[in-house]
């Protein structure tokens, strides 16, 4: 799978898939709109015709209509703020690095995500604290379908280099 890496080096968004901790399907994001190194911001697109891990396990029945899976939902959060890490940051998968959510303070589910259209993602780094070896940060996302707002998270995530002192 490719992530097409939009205004990103496109051999630098292949190293991010090909290293990252979980297998490219896993990987939630199609297509990088913008990336603002400067105010800490990423817009992307994903797919919802996609296979989305927890999506597609739904039963879809008149009372239950298919949609995306909030599961699904917040695993694209942890893409987004992998991408954050990767390319504002430089916490490299191959150079020891790995990344674990840390806190949800808020998920607000605003309406069913349908499949079909594509969703349009906003992450931005509302607080940064970065160090050598542990980089914390914390994000505001918006995720939008056909212009109405789908998802609202503030999260915080921890990178950190050579967890377990054997990379």
């Known amino acids: 799978m490719t992530v097409d890496a939009g205004p990103l080096p496109q051999a630098e968004m292949d190293r991010f898939v090909r290293s990252h901790g979980y297998r490219e399907t896993a990987v939630l994001v199609d297509r990088v709109l913008r ?9 992307a697109e994903l797919s919802t015709e996609r296979p989305l891990p927890y999506s597609d396990l739904q039963r879809a029945m008149p009372h239950h ?15 987004l703020g992998c991408l954050h890490a990767w390319f ?73 280099r050579d967890v377990f002192g054997d990379a």
Request: with cysteine; charged share 25%; net charge positive.
């Open 65 to 79: 209509p298919a949609h995306v899976a909030a599961a699904d939902l917040l695993a694209v959060t942890g893409t």
């Open 35 to 43: 990336a603002d190194r400067e105010c800490f911001e990423i817009e």
């Open 88 to 160: 504002f940051h430089g916490c490299h998968w191959d150079e020891g690095w790995a990344g674990f959510g840390n806190r949800i303070h808020r998920a607000d589910f605003k309406r069913l995500t349908r499949r079909g259209p594509p969703l349009h993602l906003h992450s931005l780094e509302s607080r940064r604290r970065v160090g050598q070896n542990r980089v914390v940060l914390r994000y505001a996302f918006r995720f939008e379908q056909e212009g109405a707002v789908v998802y609202l998270g503030d999260q915080t995530a921890m990178f950190v």
